[in-house]
């Protein structure tokens, strides 16, 4: 699933990494002899469908956003077909313009708000679990894994419900607390309370993947390590900081990379919400590109927009990939 | 080491706390789905539906072209979830059993491709799609939906296929088969956990997504299943109770999936992992 749908694709997996046992190094050297030529290009040939598509599904359209980025394409010239090149006028109208930069601005802060609390939600929550009897544990795992499995859209949806003008339940229990003013709040009225909503949403459906993965770490930590730290005198908080927080820094170091990376680039919770708005104030770069290239028909300003954040979006990548090359260079 | 009372309850107080929390907006979901209108619009909540009614999902079901969406969403995802498989089992083969000169940099290039940033790069892919004169069409989506689910499943089956001691393979054949025949008589069925882990990533992914075809097909007819689902509610005016009916239809699939193969999935991965 997306962000947090996206999150599946590496359940288990960090944990995985860790014990899986590295392969015996060896040539493809089962036959005597030298290899044939028809041998030598078996693996290509095998890669050659993978490869294809990425070339053509995936470099392609990159190419091609890079190209348009230079063109001046609004609707005009994509009705006639015609190729306008304007240099970067594009990007200079971008980076000279005032709302680039505010909405550069509000994509970091808002990412960097989620990611903080999906990161410190979720380890603490990872932790509880490898604290909790087993019963609690798979009720608790249950709860989670439902939210994790939620669909973005359909989330996005019951968030809209949950937090309705009228009727909607969020509201009926502030003013049950004695909060009278919130009964019968608007809250996509306001830029602040509309990216509450949608923290909250990106929170929810991110911190299982968080916190399911920490646990699964924590249970490869050998016991032997405590036992040794409490032979030592250590305590509680300093087994803690001295057995089980270097242990998982490598994982909590990529999965902060890994969410920064989702929720920077996150954009069915934000449009399915209120498409941006009130009045653009929720636009961050991926829905500024969108309403700017799409909704304005300026394709070439969206184009130069969605370049700009390609290549902040590869830097954080590259990263992260670093990080991860490290972890399994023995792998590969 | 004996822990106070305390200590003893505040771990599952807090686990009840946050299991409530996670559920909770699934709960609504649901519950409002059955609930007759009016107590869906009374002015307290009612928490649980007690006199259920399936109305609402009458009502989703009944909705313009709700049928054609339910088969578009399903061709495209069954399709590029079973043509990723395809492609990245050959790939994964190559890349976890054969040792050959700019491997190293493909895996990487797998790696970089699985951090694509497709929500960023539907312009250029409407511009691509719009010159191939494929607006409005299933096959973009089904192939770009493959391209998106191709790199992790490469990479995940490389790791499932490397788990597979060698012995087994040449035992296979010593004992006459071919490689071709030792692939799918051997590894293949030990791959199983690895295809379903990684199918269940691709469903995930086909199913949910929205920006690509919110801005390829325009068409009413030519769309999938979240398209629908964002637009209900303006469409309906604010009737959430047929609202969240549609979500929960919507949602039904994949938590099914989920639930059912996610333990499997990941169980398959450490067992994988354990006896490497």
Redesign the interface.
């Given at each position: 699933m997306s962000v947090q749908t996206e999150g599946t694709d590496t359940a288990g997996e960090p944990a995985v990494r860790k014990a899986r046992v590295p392969a015996p190094p060896r040539g493809d050297g089962r036959t005597a002899g030298a290899p044939s030529r028809g041998r030598a290009a078996a693996p290509y040939l095998l890669l050659l469908p993978a490869l294809l598509a990425t070339v053509v599904l995936l470099g392609w359209p990159l190419v091609k956003n890079g190209l348009l980025s230079f063109q001046n394409l609004n609707p005009r010239q994509l009705i006639q077909h015609l190729t306008e090149w304007n240099g970067v006028d594009n990007y200079r109208e971008v980076l000279t313009g005032e709302d680039f930069w505010r909405v550069v601005g509000r994509s970091v802060v808002f990412t960097a708000v989620n990611v903080v609390l999906i990161m410190v939600l979720g380890t603490l929550i990872g932790l509880l679990l490898a604290r909790l009897g087993k019963k609690m544990r798979l009720l608790l795992m249950l709860g989670l894994v439902l939210a994790w499995a939620m669909p973005v859209v359909a989330a996005t949806t019951v968030y809209q419900w949950l937090f309705a003008q009228r009727f909607g339940v969020v509201n009926w229990v502030l003013d049950k607390l004695g909060w009278h003013s919130m009964a019968d709040h608007n809250w996509l009225e306001t830029q602040f309370s509309t990216f509450a909503v949608v923290t909250l949403l990106i929170v929810w459906m991110s911190v299982p993947f968080v916190a399911v993965n920490l646990y699964a770490a924590t249970t490869t930590i050998p016991g032997e390590l405590y036992e040794a730290a409490s032979l030592d005198g250590a305590g509680t908080w300093k087994s803690f900081t001295s057995v089980t927080l270097p242990f998982l820094r490598p994982f909590l170091l990529a999965t902060t990379f890994l969410e920064i990376i989702w929720v920077f680039k996150s954009f069915v919770q934000i449009f399915a919400m209120n498409e941006g708005g009130p009045d653009h104030l929720t636009e961050t770069l991926p829905i500024y590109a969108y309403v700017e290239g799409v909704g304005n028909q300026h394709f070439g300003v969206g184009a130069a927009i969605s370049f700009l954040t390609i290549l902040v979006l590869l830097v954080i990548t590259s990263y992260y990939l670093r990080l991860v090359l490290k972890q399994e260079e023995d792998e590969l | 080491m004996k822990r106070s009372l305390f200590g003893r309850i505040w771990?599952?107080a807090?686990?009840?706390v946050?299991?409530?929390?996670?559920?909770f907006?699934?709960y609504?979901?649901f519950a409002?789905a059955f609930k007759p209108t009016g107590d869906?619009?009374?002015d307290?909540?009612v928490w649980f539906p007690t006199d259920a009614t399936l109305d609402h999902f009458k009502k989703a079901v009944d909705a313009d072209h709700f049928w054609t969406l339910v088969v578009n969403s399903v061709t495209v995802t069954v399709l590029s979830v079973v043509l990723s498989l395809v492609?990245?089992l050959?790939?994964a083969?190559?890349?976890a059993?054969?040792?050959?000169k700019g491997?190293?940099g493909?895996?990487?290039?797998?790696?970089?491709?699985?951090?694509?940033?497709w929500?960023?790069?539907?312009?250029?892919?409407?511009?691509?799609v719009r010159d191939n004169d494929m607006l409005n069409s299933l096959v973009p989506l089904t192939?770009?939906y493959?391209?998106m689910v191709?790199?992790?499943t490469?990479l995940t089956l490389r790791?499932y296929v490397?788990?597979v001691p060698r012995e087994l393979e040449?035992s296979a054949m010593v004992d006459g088969c071919t490689r071709p025949q030792a692939f799918i008589k051997v590894i293949f069925p030990l791959l199983a956990p690895g295809l379903m882990?990684t199918s269940?990533?691709g469903f995930?992914?086909a199913?949910?997504?929205?920006?690509l075809v919110l801005?390829l097909n325009k068409d009413a007819e030519a769309q999938t299943l979240?398209l629908w689902?964002?637009q209900?509610?303006t469409a309906f005016g604010?009737d959430?109770g047929a609202?969240?009916a549609?979500?929960?239809l919507?949602?039904l699939p994949?938590?099914i999936?989920?639930?059912f193969l996610?333990r499997k999935?990941?169980s398959g991965?450490?067992d994988?992992?354990?006896k490497?």
């Open positions: - | 771990p599952n807090t686990a009840v946050l299991f409530v929390g996670f559920v907006p699934v609504w979901m409002t869906i619009i009374s307290d909540p492609i990245a050959f790939a083969f190559a890349l059993r054969m040792r050959f491997r190293r493909l895996i990487v290039t797998f790696m970089l491709a699985q951090m694509a940033p929500e960023v790069m539907i312009i250029a892919i409407y511009m691509v192939v770009i493959m391209m191709l790199p992790l490469v790791g490397a788990a040449e882990a269940l990533f995930i992914t199913w949910n997504e929205f920006p801005i979240p689902l964002s209900f509610q604010d959430w609202t969240m549609a979500s929960s919507f949602a994949i938590l999936l989920f639930i996610q999935a990941v991965l450490t994988g992992a354990v490497g």
